[in-house]
């Protein structure tokens, strides 16, 4: 099993890239993971919002596989301490048996067919991120839920 964090658009700041290499090296202690960018559209200004959404869609659903289980970083998926979280993940890693595929989709959220295709959406917080941020915020939650079902000091209660 593995897990994947896909995202839309490249990380653009180096200190964003130092974070998230950072707890991406981290993660490979526990489990096989990557994180996956799908370049942005260009040239959208004609674009309507659903119709970016429709186009980053495809590329999204191109870049999962069908057994793979897809979980979107949405600010109205579920919301989890983060015991709960590992809680959760634990669970998932035990029972699923796929490939675990976290997306952060673009500025204007997901298409229908993206969500349709989802396998459930989780929130970082009730607060809003940048795209950028949320990779590392959510690397790091993933870092600190194995480390709490390790049992290792990282997190404190």
Known sequence: MKITLLTVGETEKNWIREGLDTYTARLKHYIQFQVREIPELKNV??????????KEGELI???VRDGDEIILLDEHGLEYSSMEW?????KKLATSGRDLVFVIGGAYGFSGKVRQ???????????????QMARVIFTEQ???AFTIM???P???E
Do not use: C, D, P, W
């Open 117 to 131: 295709r989802s396998n459930g959406e989780i929130s970082l917080s009730r607060m809003t991120f940048s795209h």
């Open 45 to 54: 200004s004609a674009l309507s919002r659903e119709q970016i959404k429709e």
């Open 150 to 152: 390790k049992g290792q």
């Open 86 to 90: 590992a809680g959760v993940l634990e």
């Open 61 to 63: 659903l191109k870049s």
């Open 154 to 156: 990282y997190h404190h």
């Open 142 to 144: 993933l870092y600190r």
